[in-house]
């Protein structure tokens, strides 16, 4: 939802900001397809840098875990066990559950509750990149469907009408999903693109002025 947001924001300002300076249409297609592709190759790299520190992390766990089991086989059976016991389970109850739950998949045991990590859902650089590089890019087609609609002198208006809309809708539906209030949701991500686009359009105004 974050990178939805910052992909209608990012790109819609752009395209205003170039948009304020009385570019033409090909300039600000121009910059809204740049800043869409440049948004996606950065969600993507900044999600398989960050994914992968995960997965480093996580494989530096597992691997120390299974050294331990090697060597300790006993002690690491006592701490699952006292993993249960906390957990609610008495001491008797709790080796039993160790004892098997290790000679099923031992490692697997203690990733999951002595490690919190689940085996079926290890991190995955490469497709949490490309599905931020695709969610970005494809709500960063808003603004860029907006100027492709829009009428020459209402091309501003359009592109932030447009934008805002999307953007409402998506804060409500995340409001809805978190269980907060849609409306109050809705409005905070209004006003805070609102005022990213007003920004951007006085200064491209200002530096059309200054430059033109």
Do not use: C
């Not at 995960?54 to 060597?71: G, I, P, S, Y």
């Amino acid at each position: 939802m974050l990178g939805a947001d910052d992909a209608i924001v990012s790109t819609a300002s752009l395209m205003i900001g170039v948009a304020a300076t009385a570019a033409s249409k090909q300039s600000i297609l121009v910059a809204g397809v740049a800043g869409l592709v440049a948004g996606a190759m950065s969600m993507a790299v900044g999600e398989f840098v960050s994914v992968s520190s995960q997965k480093d992390a996580e494989r530096a766990d597992v691997e120390r875990e299974a050294v331990e089991l090697r060597n300790q086989p006993e002690a690491e059976l006592k701490e699952l066990a006292s993993i249960y016991v906390k957990r609610g389970l008495s001491k008797e109850l709790a080796l039993q559950v160790a004892q098997q739950l290790s000679a099923h998949d031992q490692l697997g045991a203690h990733m999951r509750d002595e490690l919190g990590i689940d085996p079926s859902s290890l991190a995955r650089p490469l497709q949490a990149a490309w599905i931020s590089a695709a969610s970005f890019g494809s709500f960063a087609l808003v603004p860029i469907a907006a100027l492709l609609l829009a009428p020459i002198n209402l091309r501003i208006p359009m592109i932030a009408s447009l934008s805002l809309l999307s953007l409402a809708a998506l804060g409500a539906f995340g409001g809805y999903l978190g269980g907060a209030a849609p409306g109050r949701a809705a409005l905070r991500v209004t006003i805070g693109g609102a005022l990213a686009m007003l920004v951007t359009a006085l200064i491209g105004r200002w530096l059309g002025v200054t430059l033109g």
